[in-house]
């Protein structure tokens, strides 16, 4: 209770260095290269120790002429040399499966961006569609405005202002009514 109180423990907590950040990649705990680097080094260190030291009491079985020594001591080797070998494979199949998701996640992502593309295409076409539709409307306006010398611009004026003017008889009947 009382750690939980102090700096350490709130530090230590967004670091991600509490139990809950177990089997959590180093992406997401905010760990630095140089800490995972250190944490590979202790096993191959390790399993260097072991070798040296097997190949010592061979080496000493053998000038001693100690032959259950001996074996012992290549047993030793085998054995690290196993354990040296099952931890790499297991590192090249987690580093495949996750090679295998990545290949997944990028394709799924590349398959979205051509879905994108396609969208993309598809409106910019559809908004060139629009555009032409409007500047022919807006020509074709033009061009009848100028056939009836001024006529339309002016007739759809008038209509505007009666439109106008309905609607404020509209409104004021309903404010009277309301």
């Known amino acids: 209770m009382e750690l939980e109180r102090t700096s350490l423990a709130s530090q230590s907590e967004r670091r991600g260095d509490g139990v809950k950040s177990l089997g959590r990649s180093r992406a ?3 760990a630095t290269p140089d800490s995972t680097s250190s944490r590979a080094l202790t096993p191959l260190l390790v399993a260097e120790l072991l070798i040296i030291l097997a190949v010592g009491v061979t080496g000493y079985a053998v000038a001693a002429n100690d032959d259950i020594l001996a074996a012992i001591g290549l047993a030793g080797i085998a054995l690290t ?3 040296i070998g099952l931890g790499a494979w297991a590192s090249m199949r987690r580093l495949a499966l996750r090679c295998e998701v990545l290949g997944r996640a990028r394709a799924e992502a590349e398959f979205a ?3 994108l593309e396609v969208a993309n295409a598809e409106l910019e ?3 060139a569609d629009l555009e032409a539709e409007r500047a022919a409307i807006f020509d074709g306006f033009d061009w ?3 056939q009836s010398a001024g ?3 002016k007739l759809l004026e008038a209509a505007g202002l009666e439109v106008a003017d309905l609607v404020d008889m509209v409104l004021d009947d309903t404010d ?3």
Do not use: F, P, V
Request: aromatic share 4%; proline share 0%.
């Open 144 to 146: 009848i405005d100028e």
């Open 125 to 127: 076409r559809r908004n």
């Open 28 to 30: 997401s705990t905010g």
């Open 176 to 178: 009277e009514d309301g």
């Open 113 to 115: 961006r051509y879905e």
């Open 81 to 83: 040399a196993m354990a």
């Open 151 to 153: 006529r339309l611009r």
